[in-house]
């Protein structure tokens, strides 16, 4: 699998061969939400793909004022794949933001910052290669309902899965076969009701250019996830982007519906994005050193000790929701502790099972799904990079159930932990984004801290809830 054409003349001899009669160009926010615009297929010429699509940049999020807002789409052909939903046979490529005012790549398009991190790496003398794996789970529901007005809040979603199901009727009757709370690792049918689902978002996945290991019922109730074959930062943050789409398309063709939301079941597991890394160089993996713990190096021991001492920040990137931080809680496979271990998922950073070099990496497993995937991987990179030159050794090893260790003791032993709130990822953000720069420029830092604290952080905190209401409602 993984690219379909190379350069403008086989994109253009491609979409001949496949009877293409749109071109559907694609880009993503900050928020990691994609953005699309149609071409016929007739109007694409060579010299557009190469100059770029002009768009208006001030009608996105974030991004530019009305006076200043013609931007430019930079198509990259090599991302080309054709949309398996269409009626009508569409191609989709995806682009990098041209910021005509400044002749450079926008300070703001995630997938230029990507880019540049990569770019980064490469100018260190570190590596030449960054490869990441990410994964993404997912609950799909059969209804959800959502109120959210001055004085009415609500949200239900519903699963034939759920054990809240017990006694519902359902035309042909009730089953009964139900994974239950935290009870859903791997069960087969009936109690697994997804099969045939995530077999058809395998197949297609596979079709778009993805390296589709496996599929299985995930812990929660509703809940699954897809491997996916790792890639370097791009393909790999692309791929995130492919896989969202075709989970959602698959479910909503199904008359379902797949949301990627860390914590939308109170008291069950939550979608985290675990996320895989290593760092080569001329054909080698660096994280790799036989006979040391977990087979780990040096460097990247330093490398997980960067992203520890910078996690608080980070995390404004890795978990950008209100929500997010309602996963990171102990007890549900979303650890918060920050330091590392062999094989255990209580670690903020496991190190998985694996025998030689190609094998061995590091995986964090703090990240959701909420996050814009360029983002997230450019800022633990970044993270990563400055705790490799400031040989910065994170707090570990420690193989015990950290979930089990008393807050206290958390507090003794100074072990640090993740922020317990987005407002407190984006003040450490304000704080400490040194090492971010010069990939993040601090514009774009300013820029997307304020726009998390306007659409997240203040709408949340204004809000009361149900649990509000039954807890202060009669004192």
């Keep these: 699998m993984g690219k379909f054409v190379n350069n403008n003349e086989e994109f253009f001899k491609y979409c001949e061969e496949n009877e293409v009669q749109f071109v559907d160009f694609r880009f993503t926010d900050m928020k990691g939400m994609w953005h699309h615009l149609t071409y016929m297929m007739s109007a694409v010429t060579a010299d557009q793909l190469s100059f770029g699509m002009p768009f208006d940049g001030s009608s996105v999020d974030a991004w530019q004022p009305i006076n200043k807002s013609d931007m430019l789409l930079k198509p990259d052909v090599a991302s080309a794949f054709l949309d398996p939903f269409t009626a009508?046979?569409?191609i989709i490529v995806f682009c990098d933001v041209y910021d005509i005012y400044k002749g450079q790549m926008y300070e703001k398009c995630p997938r230029s910052i990507a880019k540049k991190a990569l770019t980064h790496l490469s100018e260190s003398g570190v590596g030449d290669s960054a490869y990441f794996g990410p994964e993404n789970e997912f609950f799909i529901f059969d209804d959800v309902k959502i109120?959210?007005?001055?004085?009415?809040?609500?949200?239900?979603?519903?699963?034939?899965e759920g054990e809240w199901s017990d006694s519902s009727d359902f035309e042909g009757g009730n089953i009964g076969h139900r994974p239950r709370t935290k009870g859903g690792y791997f069960p087969v049918q009936p109690t697994d009701s997804m099969v045939d689902l995530r077999a058809e978002m395998m197949q297609i996945l596979e079709q778009v250019g993805l390296e589709v290991i496996l599929g299985h019922h995930e812990v929660a109730q509703a809940q699954g996830e897809i491997g996916i074959v790792f890639g370097d930062l791009i393909e790999a943050a692309d791929n995130v982007q492919k896989y969202k789409y075709v989970c959602k398309m698959v479910a909503h063709l199904n008359g379902k519906s797949c949301t990627f939301m860390p914590k939308p079941l109170f008291g069950d597991n939550g979608n985290g994005m675990h996320v895989h890394q290593s760092i080569w160089k001329d054909g080698s993996n660096l994280f790799y050193k036989e006979g040391e713990y977990g087979n780990l190096s040096e460097m990247a021991r330093h490398y997980v000790g960067g992203i520890f001492k910078h996690a608080r920040s980070v995390a404004a990137f890795t978990n950008p929701s209100t929500n997010s931080y309602k996963r990171l809680i102990p007890g549900f496979e979303a650890p918060s502790i920050l330091t590392y271990s062999s094989q255990n998922?209580?670690?903020?950073?496991?190190?998985?099972?694996g025998a030689g070099e190609k094998a061995t990496r590091i995986e964090m497993r703090f990240p959701d799904s909420t996050s814009c995937p360029y983002l997230a991987f450019a800022a633990m990179l970044m993270a990563g990079l400055d705790g490799i030159a400031n040989k910065i050794e994170p707090i570990g090893?420690?193989?015990?159930?950290?979930?089990?260790?008393p807050l206290d003791e958390i507090r003794e032993r100074n072990i640090p932990q993740m922020p317990h709130t987005l407002r407190g990822s984006l003040e450490a953000l304000i704080r400490d984004n040194e090492f971010l720069q010069p990939v993040f420029t601090k514009d774009m830092v300013d820029c997307y801290q304020h726009y998390k604290f306007e659409t997240q952080?203040?709408?949340?905190?204004?809000?009361?809830?149900?649990?509000?209401f039954k807890s202060t409602y009669s004192c």
Excluded: H
């Excluded at 109120?147 to 034939?160: A, C, P, R």
């Excluded at 090893?397 to 260790?405: K, T």
């Design 457 to 468: 952080v203040w709408p949340d905190e204004a809000r009361p809830t149900a649990f509000e």
């Design 397 to 405: 090893p420690m193989d015990e159930d950290l979930f089990e260790m």
């Design 345 to 353: 998922r209580s670690a903020s950073c496991r190190i998985p099972y």
């Design 147 to 160: 109120v959210d007005s001055i004085n009415e809040s609500y949200y239900k979603v519903d699963s034939e």
């Design 88 to 90: 009508d046979s569409t």
